[in-house]
């Protein structure tokens, strides 16, 4: 399923790595089937995010709940930010925990891929220029909360940072409107939503942001993350999962590497106590003051 002027997804599409090489593929029983001929054991996959985007654009607050949970206002519109192409992870694949950093959140979303160039679509019409969906995890160090202002670049932009699957479902195959989405960590449920929750809908982020931003085929919108976002640790499985798109599973791995040298380093800063954890920003600013962190 090579990059082309349209995506058209009419059956649920699996990606994988073959011989060190991206391969797309169909789920039939045990098996992938791959095209263009051959086929892998599913429980040997090694799986590629299903997707192949030029850019990833991911939205701030657009929860409710998520908005309770910080006592924030409720934002007059949604906000955005862009993750690079190489946050892109897979299903079963590992997040990566840099030595020192103590703040790794989780946090699951509904991935929309975009399958026709979109220009200033209006509202009533986006959801037809859309190709599929997918589960999105879109990990964040909040160690470098303090980095980097709004744009969460090395919080949220890290490689490995943004795991997608396990599969890209088509668009008709999913109600925006009308989704379920779990987080679970260790299997226990630590987020869960439904579209209600919702301040922005998926129709709106997506007419707002073609309004100036052209978006092209394959293209990745995160739609945002419910209450409960926390912190994990190395050796945890985390999973996202939406109703009738599956299951992305991921395990953190501890990453043995030095962050220091030139540049911000990691750093327990109040707002990494805020969002990371959900503190109200007084009692974050306390902590650190006092060095309760």
């Not at 540049?263 to 600013?285: C, F, K, M, N």
Request: aromatic share 6%; glycine share 10%.
């Amino acid at each position: 399923m090579p990059p082309t002027s349209e995506l058209h997804v009419s059956e649920r599409r699996r990606r994988v790595e073959v011989d060190g090489e991206p391969r797309w593929g169909i789920l039939e029983g045990d098996s992938i089937r791959l095209d263009g001929g051959g086929a892998v054991p599913e429980r040997d996959a090694l799986y590629l995010a299903p997707v192949e985007p030029t850019k990833i654009l991911a939205v701030h607050l657009t929860y409710r709940s998520r908005v309770e949970e910080y006592a924030a206002r409720i934002p007059p519109e949604p906000s955005y930010f862009l993750k690079p192409p190489s946050t892109l992870n897979g299903h079963r694949r590992s997040i990566r925990l840099a030595k020192g950093a103590r703040f790794l959140n989780y946090e699951g979303e509904l991935a929309v891929v975009i399958g026709r160039r979109m220009k200033g679509v209006p509202l009533d019409d986006v959801l037809s220029y859309v190709a599929g969906y997918t589960c999105a995890n879109d990990v964040g160090m909040h160690d470098f909360r303090h980095a980097d202002r709004g744009s969460m670049l090395r919080v949220k932009g890290q490689d490995g940072f943004l795991p997608l699957g396990p599969e890209l479902v088509p668009a008709s195959d999913l109600d925006p409107s009308a989704f379920a989405l779990r987080t679970y960590l260790n299997g226990e449920v630590v987020q869960e939503t439904t579209a209600d929750d919702l301040l922005f809908g998926v129709a709106y982020q997506l007419a707002d942001l073609c309004r100036t931003i052209t978006l092209e085929p394959g293209d990745v919108v995160l739609t945002g993350t419910p209450a409960n976002s926390r912190p994990m640790k190395a050796g945890d499985v985390v999973e996202v999962e939406i109703d009738g798109l599956g299951r992305l599973t991921n395990t953190v791995d501890e990453w043995d590497v030095d962050l220091t040298g030139p540049g911000e380093q990691l750093q327990v800063s109040a707002q990494t106590l805020h969002v990371a954890l959900a503190i109200p920003e007084d009692e974050a600013e306390r902590r650190v003051a006092e060095g309760r962190t």
